[in-house]
């Protein structure tokens, strides 16, 4: 139990699905965020949001679209996937924005393929 | 962020045997942290280094933060096959983390 919750944990769709993933996370932490993690790639950074207001997009496909409604609750819509998108996208919290307070908690990831 | 290299990208060792994996970057780093995954798990952060010639010790693991805030290091004595896993560093600069490749270390019992 990492106190952050991600759902489904597997997950195939075609190239014109649209599917959502899911994070919440139990740990009153202010900071969310998704990182995409690719065979023999490091991890890269996707979004960063902190108390609900977006602060980054690494340069991401707008066919990636994050929804942060409340500071528990982070979602990553995908919709017109290509195959290279399939990893594993790892969302994750911190006490509050800012690398100097500390650890991420990383949630036990989304594995996405994409056909 | 800023680039860290990570070597050895892989490593494998007889259980008992040391191991070290290295973090180098060609610029001064304003801090690492160290992270395990376990194979088909997620990242778990093990320490946080700041200040230049920093070193901390969790048991069989030693962190080390080089002098000029270049490099860093993560040894582990005598390993066990609980060890198992890919350890990252990852560069902290403002809220962006930059990982390495990460080094993956299996250990034959």
């Known amino acids: 139990e990492t106190g952050v919750t991600q759902t489904p944990r597997h997950l195939v769709m075609g190239m014109t699905n649209k599917k959502s993933l899911k994070c919440e996370q139990h740990?009153?932490?202010?900071?969310m965020y998704w990182y995409k993690q690719s065979a023999k790639k490091p991890l890269e950074l996707m979004f960063v949001y902190s108390l609900e207001e977006r602060v980054e997009n690494n340069s991401v496909p707008s066919r990636f679209s994050p929804e942060c409604p409340n500071s528990s609750h982070l979602f990553l819509h995908l919709h017109t996937l290509q195959p290279e998108d399939s990893a594993l996208y790892l969302c994750?919290?911190?006490?509050?924005?800012?690398?100097?307070?500390?650890?991420?908690?990383f949630g036990e990831g989304s594995r996405l393929t994409v056909l | 962020g800023q680039q860290v290299m990570q070597i050895p990208q892989y490593q494998h060792v007889q259980e008992g045997e040391d191991f070290t994996t290295y973090c180098n970057s060609s610029?001064?780093?304003?801090?690492i942290q160290w992270y395990k995954q376990r194979p088909g798990g997620h990242p778990v952060f093990l320490i946080q280094l700041v200040k230049s010639g920093e070193v901390k010790k969790q048991k069989r693991l030693t962190f080390q933060f080089g002098e000029a805030k270049k490099n860093s290091s993560l040894h582990i004595t005598a390993t066990q096959t609980t060890d198992v896993g890919t350890y990252f560093c990852?560069?902290?600069?403002?809220?962006?983390?930059?990982f390495g490749k990460g080094t993956l270390l299996t250990v034959n019992p």
């Open positions: 990852a560069e902290g600069s403002n809220y962006k983390l930059t």
């Open positions: 740990l009153g932490h202010n900071a």
């Open positions: 610029t001064t780093l304003s801090n």
């Open positions: 994750a919290s911190s006490q509050v924005l800012g690398v100097m307070s500390g650890e991420l908690f």
